[in-house]
């Protein structure tokens, strides 16, 4: 993720005037300038994270205590039902059950902190400044992803959803149709046991996360045989994937490529020291099915009182005049629920 500020006249001089030795107009700069990145930083971050996707934002007031309901969020009128959440950053995600009613959530703080010479800013180096901005978006971009996918990933394999690819055609041989088709038929079949039988549940699988491996292999649809393996898709079809130089869409299920998906990647080895089970991340691949028309991974994050923005950015106070630097403090307040394990399901696909 790069950001690049523009050279315009006003940005210019207030840059310059972030590193004068005039300690009130500098410290008047770096407040003007530290109002003007945050929601750059909150906008980047909500364009640049894959969770976001996968999440519905419940914004709060900063000093309240956030709290969901549940029996409008589970579609259920009585019982109790398994949430999945963290009460710390970067914790392990746990279970907790919880009755139909309003459920307070822990929230937690991710943040950063950057700083460069005063001098930059004299001499108006609006690339040293975008960098700085740059390296405090990317600080809490990873942050937020991996505190986000840990729960979706938990939820996942404490769940009975996840398939093994036993029984499709060519197994063994990475990513065929037969995956994708079994995996929506545990879908459907995942909610309608939910739903006591009924036939008339429209929920159904919506999007796929899978790794640069099985976007490679549905890139090779568009120029296999057809002969080979189970993926005799039609010439039309095979010609959208080719010109796109792949395809974002089958069986209109969207497919989002994540590159910490992989055979020995981030998120397949969290999901392996989660889930066990015969399944080995060196060796096995991970496909992840959502169906995103339900709202069951929530979002809580505390919105400012005075600017409505989520993320807070302010100088950073603890340079002295003789360090001759300038610095910035960036911060966002948030938390991560599953609250219906039945929206996610997967299939382990062997090397």
Not at 87 to 115: C, F, I, N
Not at 191 to 217: H, Q
């Amino acid at each position: 993720m790069k950001l690049k500020l523009k050279n315009t006249p006003e940005q210019v001089e207030l840059i310059k005037a972030m590193g004068s030795r005039e300690a009130s107009v500098a410290k008047e700069a770096q407040e003007a300038f530290a109002a003007f990145i945050g929601p750059v930083v909150s906008k980047v971050l909500t364009q640049a994270s894959t969770a976001s996707v996968v999440y519905t934002d419940l914004p709060y007031d900063e000093d309240d205590s956030p709290s969901i309901p549940l029996d409008l969020f589970a579609g259920e009128g009585e019982g109790f039902v398994s949430t999945w959440s963290q009460t710390v950053a970067g914790g392990l995600p746990t279970s907790t059950v919880e009755g139909l009613s309003e459920m307070k959530v822990s929230t937690y703080r991710l943040d950063s902190a950057v700083s460069f010479l005063k001098r930059y800013a004299r001499r108006a180096r609006l690339d040293v400044a975008s960098k700085a901005v740059e390296r405090m978006a990317n600080e809490v971009l990873v942050k937020q992803e991996r505190n986000a996918w840990a729960v979706v990933l938990k939820a996942l394999a404490a769940s009975n959803n996840v398939e093994k690819e036993e029984g499709v055609v060519n197994a063994g041989r990475g990513f065929q149709l037969g995956h994708l088709n079994k995996l929506i038929t545990k879908v459907k079949r995942i909610n309608t046991s939910y739903a006591g039988g009924s036939t008339t549940d429209s929920y159904g699988l919506t999007d796929l996360f899978v790794s640069p491996e099985v976007k490679e292999a549905i890139r090779g649809f568009a120029y296999q045989p057809m002969s080979s393996g189970n993926t005799n898709l039609p010439d039309s079809v095979r010609e959208g994937i080719y010109s796109g130089a792949g395809t974002q869409e089958i069986y209109g299920i969207t497919i989002h490529e994540l590159v910490e998906l992989g055979f020995g990647r981030k998120y397949n080895v969290l999901f392996d020291n989660f889930y066990g089970n015969s399944y080995d991340a060196a060796t096995d691949d991970l496909v992840i099915g959502l169906d995103l028309t339900k709202d069951a991974f929530v979002r809580p994050v505390a919105r400012q009182s005075e600017s409505g923005g989520t993320f807070t950015a302010i100088p950073d106070d603890q340079f002295v005049a003789r360090s001759e630097k300038i610095g910035f403090y960036g911060s966002l307040e948030e938390g991560r629920v599953c609250i219906d394990s039945r929206a996610i399901a997967g299939i382990t696909i062997e090397a």
